[in-house]
């Protein structure tokens, strides 16, 4: 029996996926790689020097999501992807054997420029590939494998930092040293999948995205409605962009419907960045020593914080077409506001040193993990699901790589802002996030449309008609099924065969 397509786009876009496994094995291994007993022996480094060492790799990686804009364009997806990930297996050796600070931020800024364009390419690609009705289970899969990368992180350097003697490296390196290994997979296998039919047919290659379409849709029937609709509506929007859409980075700022794209894009990274998941994914040791919590049980407990948050992705997969992502996004801040005021009490009444209360330890480490499922299944996916579909073929690839920049500018000064606000104002630093999950459940009710199952290229349409104040909209009212009727108006003419899907 042959695989169905749906199945096939999903599996496609889970090897894909190998990309950002990188990025959250990076985010998970880092903070146990500074906290353990032989890199502080080895390095000795200032707060600044740790804060240093984990936003070298996010300012890497907003240099390489903003490169990957026009290399995606030039290169076409999948190259895009391959030179993602040649470049991080460069920046991943260097870390491995790093004699010096200046050895190992070197290694980091390199890792971070791959990691940047592989988190800016992927969902991208995968939107591109995948139906309408499964694209955000698809694109959901950028935040699940980086929950992957997470887990296997987590328990990986816990292994290490308890298996390993205080005098040994190994400590620290080997955790380092495993990101290699998936990067190669990536770069060595990418070549053997489809490119994106859409690049393909904005690029000119009018005949091969076809046969891609329907090697994607229909077991490579280029004669299948579905696909013979999808490549009609793809031909006429391009055409279309073409002529009056945004052509360069310049146009998405002046254009309105794409400058309010670019817009929403751009708020749903840095809202992310705002609600608190970084300072708690790079500094959990410093973060619950704060609560009285010795580093190794931390480690412990942040690799079963790890499979909490895989969990959460995983719910995420398989409900979000199903829930939408409106409601989802401003629901998952809502809860994030209220995971964060208990954290904000606790530490505030039982400050550390002061107190031994065994409860509110154990408050503070459920709190977390509540918190973490809230984010994994609601607001971190959608970071990626939303800005990879609201694009048109021509500024996708350009709107993609700025929301991805904005996401790891904020990433990287919440990463040097969090040692030194811990340090001189402890729990007061985590008003901040309460104060950001509020605004941002606000500012989504207020501005983000509906954009679950319509397909890519109806986007335009909603964004250039819909009302900048979202709540006062009829959702229905923007609903062209301009691809259904396609589909319908093919099959009335009788010479094709029947969709497959």
């Known amino acids: 029996m042959a695989l169905s397509p749906k199945w096939y786009q ?10 950002s496994v990188l990025y959250g094995y990076d985010l998970g291994v880092i903070a146990e790689a500074v906290a353990s007993d032989n890199f502080i022996a080895t390095f000795n480094p200032t707060t600044s020097e740790t804060g240093a060492v984990v936003s070298v790799f996010t300012g890497g990686a907003f240099f390489g999501a903003g490169f ?3 290399v995606g364009d030039w290169l076409g997806r999948k190259y895009t992807i391959m030179l993602g990930a040649l470049i991080f297996i460069l920046g991943g050796g260097l870390q491995t054997g790093a004699q010096t600070l ?23 690609y995968q939107a591109e590939l995948a139906h309408p009705s499964i694209r955000g289970r698809v694109t959901a899969l950028q935040q699940f494998m980086l929950g992957i990368g997470a887990l296997v992180a987590s328990w990986a350097a816990y292994g290490t930092y308890t298996g390993f003697a205080a005098t040994d490296s190994k400590q620290w390196r080997v955790p380092l040293g495993i990101q290699i290994i998936p990067a190669g997979f990536l770069a060595a296998l990418i070549i053997l999948f489809p ?12 005949e091969e995205g076809l046969q891609t379409l329907a090697k994607l849709h229909a077991h490579g029937d280029i004669n299948d409605t579905f696909v013979q609709a999808e490549f009609g509506a793809i031909q006429d929007m391009i ?19 794409s400058f309010r794209r670019l817009f929403l894009a751009v708020a749903m990274q840095a809202s992310v960045q705002m609600t608190g998941v970084s300072a708690i994914q790079y500094y959990s040791p410093v973060i619950f020593a704060q609560i009285g919590i010795p580093t190794a049980d931390t480690l412990k407990y942040q690799g079963i ?13 398989m409900l979000i077409d199903y829930t939408g992502r409106r409601w989802a996004n401003i629901g998952g801040n809502l809860m994030n506001c209220v995971t964060f005021i208990i954290a904000t009490a606790l530490l505030a009444e039982f400050p550390p040193g002061a107190s031994k209360n065994l409860g509110a330890e154990w408050g503070f480490i459920v709190i977390t993990w509540i918190y973490n499922f809230s984010f994994s299944c609601t607001n971190g996916p959608l970071s990626w699901i939303v800005p990879a579909e609201i694009f048109d073929t021509r500024t996708r690839s350009k709107g993609v790589s700025i929301a991805t920049m904005m996401s790891f500018a904020f990433n990287t000064m919440i990463g040097q802002v969090t040692p030194i606000a811990m340090k001189n104002i402890g729990w007061k630093f985590y008003i901040l996030f309460v104060v950001c999950n509020f605004t941002n459940a606000i500012f989504f009710w207020a501005i983000q449309p509906e954009t679950a199952k319509r397909p890519l290229e109806e986007m335009n349409y909603l964004f250039t008609n819909a009302p900048l104040f979202v709540p006062t909209m009829n959702m229905k009212e923007f609903d062209l099924h301009d691809l259904e009727n396609r589909v319908q108006e093919v099959e009335r003419k009788g010479s094709v065969t029947s969709h497959v899907e």
């Open 102 to 124: 200046s050895y190992l931020y070197a290694g980091r800024a390199i890792a971070g420029l791959g990691v940047g364009f592989l988190v800016m390419i992927i969902p991208l």
């Open 10 to 19: 999903f599996l496609v876009s889970l090897f894909a996926s190998l990309g």
């Open 195 to 206: 490119e994106s039919p859409r690049w393909l047919i904005d690029n000119g290659r009018t």
């Open 239 to 257: 055409t279309f962009e073409h002529e009056n859409e945004a052509k360069s980075y310049a146009e998405l700022f002046t254009n309105r419907s």
């Open 68 to 70: 990957a804009g026009p």
């Open 305 to 317: 914080n790890s499979i909490i948050a895989l969990i959460a992705q995983f719910s995420c997969i």
